[in-house]
């Protein structure tokens, strides 16, 4: 979503490892790219009021877009190889 900058509503699965889907759900929500819900507050009205909100506002959606965008790493599989080849003394 980042790195194709997607403005999203994220619904991290409760429980996973770590909370890992919460965490980077939240990279995105307070970038303002994404609107995070957790799932205990997840209605099919909140999700409808959220997406009405969103339609109404285009202006919003394209700051979202752009937020969403300004996090993403279109280089990190380059980055890790280069970290791992260092640590490896190559």
């Known amino acids: ?3 194709i900058g997607r403005p ?3 619904v991290p ?3 996973s490892i770590d909370q890992d889907q919460f965490a980077n759900a939240g990279v995105l929500a307070q970038a303002n790219g994404a609107i995070r819900i957790a799932q205990a507050d997840f209605t099919p009205d909140r999700l409808a009021a959220e ?3 969103l339609a109404a506002e285009p202006a919003r959606l394209a700051a979202m877009a752009a937020n969403a965008r300004s996090v993403g790493r279109l280089d990190a599989a380059e980055r890790l190889a280069d970290l ?3 640590v490896a003394g190559m």
Do not use: E
Request: no cysteine; net charge positive.
């Open 13 to 15: 699965l409760p429980g």
């Open 84 to 86: 791992v080849m260092k």
């Open 8 to 10: 999203s509503i994220l």
């Open 1 to 3: 979503l980042a790195a």
């Open 51 to 53: 997406i009405s909100a």
